[in-house]
């Protein structure tokens, strides 16, 4: 029962490079959410998607892109990484509808920006 | 904007003893949903209890009691019986419907770390 997979687990990029952060859940959830974590801060919200082909963005959403072409999959990118986004990404899901209904996580990427 | 505060960066607190940690909120929007999470150290996050804003009883799930008082906006998280497993960081968090997108969305506090004491 995978739930929500997140891909890769670690990564170390120098500045200026790009990557792609790949989210996946096989729970047929409406919703996806990226979060990054940063000691003092919790978690704050980068990108949502409330449904496939459906992305909005959240409280840091500079220096990032995602895309949701796939209701199963969300993408998170950093086309010119720089030091100040290494941080814990985390991907989530959640069914829609209601307030009901809690995040489901994925075990998070830690990524290093030199 | 909608905003979640926790005050309290660290607890400590007996083995058997119980705990509060605090939780405040702000928003403007009648309905809304309240999570407690837990991440302990091993990193992943784990869903501990949730109350609506129109629900009329405060939630509880075993050990954990979150006490919601809606006109002073907290939602404080009660936990009876610590044990030393408790040890963690805890995020309070607070889903809203956002109009424009039509979805919701959740955000979260700092968090507290709990130090449970042998």
């Known amino acids: 029962n995978a739930g929500v997979t997140q891909t890769p687990k670690f990564r170390v990029l120098k500045t200026g490079q790009s990557m792609t952060l790949l989210c996946a859940q096989d729970m047929n959830h409406e919703y996806m959410y990226w979060y990054r974590q940063d000691p003092g801060m919790g978690l704050r919200l980068i990108h949502y998607s409330v449904g496939e082909g459906t992305t909005a963005k959240g409280e840091v959403p500079d220096g990032y892109n995602v895309s949701r072409l796939k209701k199963q999959n969300f993408l998170l990118g950093l086309e010119s990484a720089a030091p100040s986004q290494t941080s814990v990404y985390f991907c989530?899901?959640?069914?829609?509808?209601?307030?009901?209904?809690?995040?489901?996580f994925g075990e998070g990427s830690r990524l290093t920006v030199l | 904007a909608q905003k979640i505060t926790q005050t309290q960066p660290g607890m400590f607190v007996q083995e058997k003893e119980a705990v509060t940690l605090d939780c405040t909120y702000d928003?403007?929007?009648?309905?809304?949903?309240l999570f407690w999470y837990k991440q302990p150290s091993s990193g992943e996050m784990i869903f501990l209890i949730y109350?609506?804003?129109?629900?009329?009883q405060n939630a509880t799930e075993g050990r954990y009691s979150l006490n919601f008082q809606k006109a002073r906006k907290s939602a404080n998280l009660v936990i009876s019986a610590s044990q030393l497993g408790d040890s963690a960081m805890y995020f309070c968090?607070?889903?809203?419907?956002?109009?424009?997108?039509?979805?919701?969305?959740?955000?979260f506090g700092a968090g507290t770390r709990l130090f449970v004491k042998a």
């Open positions: 968090a607070m889903r809203e419907l956002m109009t424009y997108t039509g979805g919701f969305k959740t955000i």
């Open positions: 928003t403007s929007d009648p309905s809304y949903g």
């Open positions: 989530a899901s959640s069914k829609s509808g209601g307030n009901t209904g809690e995040l489901f």
């Open positions: 109350q609506g804003s129109y629900d009329q």
